[in-house]
């Protein structure tokens, strides 16, 4: 018996955007107000889930084709590298460095290394979210 | 319709390199100044002009406001009454809508006025199936549904 899906997922192919740009500004704006990469992380992932839902697995599969565990290991070692770069230029293990650039579009930002930090949290809770969910829902 | 748009943005970027003016009140101006350049060149269009869909567009958000007090003062009624004798009713609506998002958003309306919910979609989504809390005739529904809303959003995709 398959029903007729139509409704919800229209709606999950329009909401998808408005949750990963709520997840990336949530993450953008860790540094002075409420958020960070592990929120973040966590909304971009439930944006995933959300089409898992309205399709199926190997649907999402297909159109997001990222493998989850290889994200784990990528965002382990970012955050590793940024907290270890401090130490060849003899400052002690996770000195974080900032400084004021003049970027086009933007104009006169702050860029701070805890931002690569962060990174490095926000893929490494989209793998393992996505990892965990992903294994559950296969197991037929 | 997209192509009106687009030109009509080109033509306010282009209004904004003649005058040098590029701030959002130079946007504006340009955007104004190419609406009128393309209402002057409707002929020439394959399409019906895009302006005539935003104002139908305007018309069915107006129309859903309307039915939403009207319907929600009806709801208001049945819950305050002393007395129970609705008649609840399971009934199909036939549709000629045929894109994804035009089912959505009819489907949408008639769910957000109250008294009714769209239930079920059909396998091959040429109907509808719609509970309603009170009903006395289910053809005099149907027609008020198919006469008010599928119209207006017919009037909003029509080319």
């Known amino acids: ?140 | 319709m997209a192509f009106q748009i687009l030109l009509n943005f080109t033509l306010a970027f282009i209004w904004m390199f003649l005058s040098s003016n590029f701030t959002a009140s130079g946007f504006l101006i340009g955007f104004l100044l190419g609406m009128l350049a393309i209402i002057m060149m409707r002929r020439f269009f394959k399409q019906r002009i895009y302006l005539v869909r935003v104002w139908a567009l305007i018309k069915l958000t107006l129309l859903f406001i309307k039915e939403l007090i009207m319907a929600n003062v009806q709801v208001l009624k049945l819950a305050l009454s002393p007395k129970l004798n609705m008649q609840p009713a399971f009934f199909a609506l036939p549709i000629e809508l045929k894109e994804e998002w035009e089912i959505t958003l009819l489907s949408s309306l008639i769910t957000l006025t109250p008294g009714t919910i769209v239930v079920h979609i059909s396998d091959d989504a040429k109907t509808l199936y719609i509970h309603a809390i009170d009903i006395d005739d289910v053809d005099e529904a149907i027609d008020d549904i198919k006469n008010s809303f599928e119209k207006a959003i017919m009037e909003v995709t029509k080319s």
């Open chain 1, 1 to 140: 018996m398959k029903t007729n899906d139509m409704i919800i997922q229209f709606t999950a192919k329009i909401v998808f955007f408005i949750i990963f740009f709520f997840a990336i500004h949530i993450f953008l704006a860790g540094h002075y107000t409420p958020g960070g990469g592990f929120v973040g992380g966590l909304l971009a992932s439930s944006a995933i889930v959300l089409l898992v839902l309205a399709f199926d697995i190997k649907t999402v599969r297909t159109v997001i084709p990222v493998n989850y565990t290889t994200l784990i290991g990528i965002g382990l070692l970012l955050a590793l590298a940024t907290a270890a770069f401090p130490m060849f230029k003899g400052d002690p293990f996770f000195t974080h460095y900032f400084d004021y650039f003049t970027l086009p579009l933007i104009g006169k930002t702050s860029l701070h290394t805890a931002m690569l930090f962060d990174t490095g949290v926000f893929l490494v809770v989209v793998g393992v979210t996505m990892t965990i969910i992903q294994t559950i829902g296969e197991d037929e």
